[in-house]
């Protein structure tokens, strides 16, 4: 199994700034991924976070948008950029090994006013 | 691509009913697994099915995999408030999962 700590939890942000999540796995994984979640909706994957290479994304997300860095096979980075309202949601990092279960983060509880 | 449906979007029930949600995906899987997330909290694994017709059983949770492999159930037997909850599945293609859009369990005590 691996546990994944999510960073911050939540944050309240003014439009136009910008918001960096980290996630941070406690063994090394294949693959991760960063997921949108309205609350009480479903999971939208925003992108999947290559080590070493450019994050693959999602229709309709970009990475002027949210770029995503990943270092290593432990840790990954999303940033929400120029934020607005519309980007308040629940952001989620998830981890896999090959083709066993998904592992998540804490959340981040993202409010931009 | 691949899209998995999910149905009831919403499920009310009263302590000690059964409940039952649906997965359907668009194409076949090498295999699909079932999440739970609880209110405030983020998804946790349940389990995994892998073989045409495989059925499986968590205590009160039945989990069964459709033969063609493109769909999937969850069935709890006389639920209680412990459950309630959104029941994701996720249907997993070449190396991501597509995740239903989850049906969400509420237990009237």
């Known amino acids: 199994s691996a546990v994944i700590s999510q960073k911050p939890s939540r944050d309240i942000c003014q439009r136009g700034t910008s918001l960096t999540i980290q996630c941070q796995v406690d063994?090394?994984?294949?693959?991760m991924f960063w997921y949108r979640q309205q609350p009480g909706q479903s999971l939208t994957l925003i992108a999947t976070?290559?080590?070493?290479?450019?994050?693959?994304?999602e229709s309709g997300f970009v990475i002027d948008k949210f770029p995503i860095s990943r270092p290593n096979l432990t840790f990954s980075t999303l940033t929400v950029s120029n934020m607005s309202p519309e980007d308040s949601s629940i952001y989620l990092c998830?981890?896999?090994?090959?083709?066993?279960?998904?592992?998540f983060g804490q959340g981040t509880r993202l409010t931009v006013v | 691509g691949q899209q998995v449906m999910q149905i009831p979007q919403y499920q009310h029930v009263q302590e000690g009913e059964d409940f039952t949600t649906y997965c359907n995906s668009s194409?076949?899987?090498?295999?699909i697994q079932w999440y739970k997330q609880r209110p405030g909290g983020h998804p946790v694994f349940l389990i995994q099915?892998?073989?045409?017709?495989e059925v499986k059983k968590q205590k009160r949770l039945t989990f069964q995999f459709g033969e063609a492999k493109k769909n999937s159930s969850l069935h709890i037997t006389a639920t209680q408030t412990t459950d309630v909850g959104t029941y994701f599945c996720?249907?997993?293609?070449?190396?991501?999962?597509?995740f239903g859009k989850g049906t969400k369990l509420s237990v009237i005590p």
């Open positions: 099915l892998v073989k045409s017709g």
């Open positions: 998830s981890a896999r090994t090959g083709g066993t279960e998904a592992f």
């Open positions: 194409t076949t899987l090498s295999n």
């Open positions: 976070a290559n080590q070493g290479s450019e994050a693959t994304y």
């Open positions: 996720g249907g997993a293609g070449s190396y991501q999962l597509t």
């Open positions: 063994s090394q994984v294949t693959m």
